[in-house]
């Protein structure tokens, strides 16, 4: 039986996380769950799976909730890292953004495994993370489908990497595949979260818009697997069926194809070292086609960026960050223009891009606040 703590279990993969646990019963067993304000959807998880830990970041949105007598409640904003540490567990991180670094490395430090879903971990500290990991002698498995993909292909097994010669991460494309530079300079944040393959949270979707998801895995794969960004290759493929491919020394590429569906990956790393029986839906070969193109890198400016900030190294990918945090913020709230999101980052990058390594976390944080502040000022001072 192993134990786990969800944080984020009111969002996308939270929810389809409980779905495995409600399938696989005598592996699986709640330990812990962490939200940030959705109380009414916690409350019904709560009273199913009646965890013994219960964290939520809104501190007013936790005064609503009724707990069994022996669940401990965390309630503010250091709630997510306080229930990340309580119990020996695999901790599946699904929050958004910079909030799921502390919380991450609190649960490593803890000795926990993770089940990795939050991308600013790796992107912002990932070489701290990997390093703290390493030290503690903890598993971090990959949740994104691509990486897990990876995962799968090097048959989990970190040997397999010896004879790694490239990583190729497949792309949807996002909302705007296909689209030229010129069609996309009003895009609205509605055209943006009308994604053609997958059901996800807003900035995520809107990343995918903007092919930073895409960039952001780059870096997670870089850190994951140890290969440099000229050893990791982005190829499009719309129908979203291949979920990444790694070519070994000898020229052999291998690929894990399944229909789309989060739920598989969770699986699979929830379940480690076992892989799970459970078929959501199978993959079908009639008239399947897979179709593969290389990313206009022009039009999709926020990708190039990335990958540039991945050879950078320093304090590139956490400035990229925080910058592209706020400035998807500010485009959600239909304060700047699409093609502003890659012109503040650039901002930021000539601002604060720096080639000395991080330390410690709390410098990772710093930089992460200037960053948003540098960010929010400028745009303030110019959108006014």
Not at 142 to 170: F, M, Y
């Amino acid at each position: 039986m192993k134990d786990l703590i969800i944080l984020g279990s009111t969002g996308s993969i939270g929810t389809q996380a409980l779905e495995t646990v409600r399938r696989y019963p005598s592996h699986l067993r709640v330990a812990g769950l962490c939200c940030d304000k959705n109380a009414s959807l916690l409350q019904r998880q709560i009273d199913e799976f009646k965890p013994r830990f219960v964290a939520v970041r809104d501190g007013n949105a936790a005064k609503s909730l009724v707990l069994p007598p022996e669940t401990t409640l965390f309630a503010g904003e250091d709630a997510p890292e306080r229930i990340a540490d309580v119990c020996k567990a695999t901790v599946l991180n699904s929050l958004v953004g910079i909030s799921g670094l502390v919380p991450t490395m609190r649960a490593i430090e803890a000795g926990n495994e993770i089940a990795l879903a939050n991308k600013e971990t790796l992107v912002a500290g990932g070489s701290i993370v990997m390093k703290t990991a390493k030290e503690r002698g903890v598993k971090v498995l990959p949740v994104d489908s691509e990486h897990s993909a990876i995962w799968q292909c090097l048959n989990r097994n970190a040997g397999a990497a010896k004879e790694l010669k490239r990583i190729i991460l497949t792309a949807s494309g996002g909302a705007f595949r296909g689209k030229k530079k010129e069609e996309l300079t009003d895009v609205t944040v509605d055209d943006a979260l009308k994604h053609p393959t997958w059901n996800m949270g807003l900035k995520v979707t809107v990343d995918s818009a903007t092919m930073m998801n895409k960039g952001f895995e780059v870096i997670e794969a870089s850190h994951l697997f140890g290969l440099g960004a000229d050893a990791i290759d982005v190829v499009v493929h719309r129908q979203s069926v291949v979920h990444s491919m790694v070519e070994y020394a000898d020229g052999s590429i291998i690929a894990q194809l399944s229909f789309p569906d989060m739920r598989l990956p969770i699986q699979l790393a929830l379940l480690y070292p076992d892989r799970g029986d459970y078929c959501f839906i199978p993959l079908s070969f009639d008239g399947l086609r897979l179709d593969f193109e290389k990313p206009d890198y022009d039009v999709f400016e926020c990708l190039a960026i990335a990958l540039e900030c991945v050879k950078c190294g320093g304090n590139a990918t956490a400035v990229l960050n925080a910058a592209n945090e706020i400035a998807v913020e500010r485009f959600a709230k239909r304060q700047i223009k699409f093609y502003d999101i890659p012109y503040y980052i650039k901002r930021a990058l000539d601002a604060f891009c720096d080639a000395k390594e991080f330390a410690e976390l709390d410098e990772v944080l710093e930089t992460d606040s200037k960053v948003k502040k540098y960010v929010s000022d400028v745009i303030g001072r110019e959108r006014v």
